[in-house]
């Protein structure tokens, strides 16, 4: 048994490393503005999304771009969008069914459960949520919406072309998530995660950074998060 366990583990090791990409966090001493202007930013942009579940190419493109420092991590989104669909909303409205949005799903621990979830859309209004579980081995489909990231931020800023998100996350919040497995961040630090963008134009997509390789619909699938690797 104790053989059969060490064999499943392994295999699946296996498959998260197959499946995943590794993406930088870049260090910056610069001071980041969380006003949706994307001017300042001096780290490179990654990208385009792609759809979330078969690697297609999105009508509309989307880029992230990560960074950080010794007390945050930033975030920052391009969209085109020839037609933003949403509104300003109170915080923790369930935009995700609704408007147009950029997210972020992090696990810093790589366990797949206590990761969070962030949501903005074109209008700034946010909602963050700890996914405890989702799968049938810890218990099934549990999220808190009630949690709150103390201290985040984010601005976003619609322009001729789409909109922008800008995304401030401190880490001394993240301590706070139970069984998360959070520890400050150093260089060579990584976490599992992913950026996802949601677009409900002339067609609704579902795009995310890293595509996954099962067909399965739905952003959930931290077996296949991608790595972020914080760097200098």
């Known amino acids: 048994m104790k053989l059969q366990y060490i064999t499943i583990v392994s295999l699946l090791f296996c498959q998260l490393s197959v499946y995943s990409q590794t993406f930088p966090v870049h260090k910056t ?14 780290t490179p942009f990654l990208g385009p999304f792609a759809i979330h579940n078969t690697g297609e190419k999105a009508s509309q493109q989307t880029f992230v771009s990560l960074s950080w420092n010794s007390k945050n991590l930033y975030l920052a989104y391009k969209c085109t969008d020839s037609k933003i669909i949403g509104a300003p909303q109170t915080k923790d409205s369930q935009i995700f069914n609704t408007d147009d949005l950029a997210e972020i ?9 206590n990761y969070i979830e962030i949501g903005v859309n074109a209008f700034s209004t946010n909602y963050d949520l700890v996914l405890k579980c989702i799968s049938p081995e810890c218990g099934g ?19 001729s ?5 800008e995304i401030k996350i401190p880490f001394s919040s993240l301590k706070k998530i139970e069984n998360g497995g959070f520890k400050k961040p150093k260089t060579g630090t990584k976490w599992r995660g992913n950026a ?19 067909s399965v619909f739905g952003f959930h699938q931290p077996q296949e998060f991608a790595v972020f690797e914080f760097v200098e």
Do not use: C
């Open 141 to 159: 489909w549990n999220t808190a919406m009630d949690f709150d990231i103390k201290g985040l931020e984010s601005v976003s800023k619609i322009n």
């Open 29 to 42: 001493n610069d001071k980041i503005n969380i006003d949706g202007d994307l001017s300042e930013w001096k």
């Open 105 to 113: 799903f992090l696990d810093p621990d790589g366990d797949g459960q």
């Open 196 to 214: 996802f963008r949601i677009d409900y134009g002339k067609t609704t997509e579902y795009i995310a950074l890293q595509p996954y390789k099962t």
């Open 161 to 165: 072309d789409g909109y922008t998100v």
